[in-house]
């Protein structure tokens, strides 16, 4: 059987390109200059019921698979990427791990207000020594009585600043083999030690909010570790299995934009007395852009198939996330050479999907990290 789109996808599709071409493209360059996160985007998201697309209606989500979260994702990172990666980054890291692998307590009190759109969420495992190599985490919490007591710093948290909690890793203490024990933990945003900052002045994907976080003796109840104690690391490896698919569905949107504004430019721009779409250097160029965005989104409803399905992803979420990213950045770089000089101008709105596509190679496992979960499902 072909694969197709369900009839509720494809009105979803529809229902989120609309929105997200009235209220989110047009303030695209603003918040790519301000560098401010529009809060009233999220709202609307919420108000829609977009911010809880995967959960069940019983969690105040929609009910939807993830292959509907991923065209959401494709479809408002289309419009604006830093939009993108804030409501990408808020399903899968903020709220996901808690639909993972939270109590029930914690999905009515975490879960619930984020899909309803109520909350937003973040999930801090990076620190200044610890990117790639996130087992070098230094955090860590201590239990005195029936408190975690944590301290350590994040950095480059998204969305941590308008959060109502961050989920938080930390080293909670050592296996008989000598190595750490990491395990996750919700701290409410609010909670005393807890400073979120905003210093970064980022390249692209500026319209998101990005974090450092500082946690200095701070105390939040034993009932706020999620999950296993002693799986945190595993936890989040599959937390961030399911972000790398909606990564992947990011670039999609991003190169998909940029890749509209080629072919209609490359249709007007007129030289050597004809449109520049006529040269075959040119076609070339848009048959190559058109064909990687159509496998690389196939690439992500694979991903995202296989994860509804309950069956092992990934390998095909790091295929996703390798290929669509390193594509996106192909198109978004060809995009501005059909536009010559004008596409290295502001003006023109080709330059920012460039710097916003390149974090798609960087966060959630850079290319590199990607490569090496490829190779060892290979065996090697
Ligand atoms: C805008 C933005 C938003 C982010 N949001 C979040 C967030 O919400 N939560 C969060 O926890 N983190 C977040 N991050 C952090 C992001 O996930 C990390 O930047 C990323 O994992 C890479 O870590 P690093 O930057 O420390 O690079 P490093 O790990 O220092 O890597 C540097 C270079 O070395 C390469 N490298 C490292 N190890 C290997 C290896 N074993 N083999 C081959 N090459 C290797 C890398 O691929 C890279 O090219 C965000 C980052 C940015 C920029």
């Not at 909010?209 to 701070?218: A, F, G, P, R």
């Not at 706020?224 to 670039?251: H, M």
């Not at 779409?277 to 409803?301: C, G, P, T, W």
């Amino acid at each position: 059987m072909d694969f197709e789109l369900s009839k509720e996808q494809i009105m979803l599709q529809e229902m989120v390109r609309d929105f997200a071409e009235k209220e989110i493209e047009p303030y695209a360059r603003e918040v790519d200059e301000t560098g401010k996160m529009r809060m009233e985007t999220f709202q609307k998201l919420g108000n829609l019921g977009l911010l809880g697309i995967p959960f069940p209606e019983k969690y105040g989500g929609a009910g939807g698979d993830t292959i509907s979260y991923c065209i959401a994702v494709e479809e408002i990172g289309k419009a604006c990427g830093g939009t993108g990666l804030s409501y990408a980054a808020n399903t899968s890291l903020g709220a996901s791990p808690i639909y993972y692998f939270g109590t029930e307590e914690q999905k009515q009190k975490w879960l619930v207000p984020m899909a309803k759109g109520e909350a937003l969420g973040a999930f801090g495992l990076t620190e200044p020594n610890a990117g790639s190599d996130a087992g070098g985490t230094r955090t860590k919490a201590v239990l005195d009585g029936d408190e975690w007591v944590i301290n350590g710093e994040k950095c480059w948290i998204t969305n941590a600043e308008y959060a109502r909690q961050v989920i938080v890793t930390a080293v909670t203490g050592k296996r008989e083999n000598g190595r750490n024990i990491i395990s996750a933990i919700i701290v409410p945003a609010d909670a005393p030690g807890v400073a979120i900052t905003s210093p970064y002045e980022k390249m692209g994907v500026r319209g998101s909010n990005t974090c450092q976080i500082v946690l200095e003796n701070v105390r939040v109840p034993r009932e706020n570790l999620l999950g296993d104690e002693n799986k945190g690391f595993s936890q989040f490896l599959y937390t961030l299995d399911g972000g790398r698919i909606s990564i992947a569905a990011l670039s999609v949107g991003i190169a998909q934009a940029a890749f509209e504004k080629a072919l209609r430019y490359a249709k007007e721009r007129m030289q050597f007395g004809q449109a520049i779409s006529k040269f075959q250097a040119i076609q070339f160029k848009l048959a190559d852009m058109a064909m990687e965005i159509d496998l690389a989104r196939n690439a992500v409803y694979k991903a995202a198939w296989l994860k509804d399905q309950g069956k092992p992803f990934s390998k095909e979420a790091a295929y996703a996330k390798l290929f669509a990213s390193e594509m996106g950045f192909r198109v978004c770089n060809q995009a501005i050479q059909i536009h010559g000089g004008s596409g290295y101008m502001r003006e023109y709105g080709v330059e920012r999907h460039l710097r916003d596509i390149k974090l798609m190679e960087i966060g959630e496992g850079t290319s590199e990290i990607q490569r090496l979960v490829i190779a060892r499902k290979l065996g090697c």
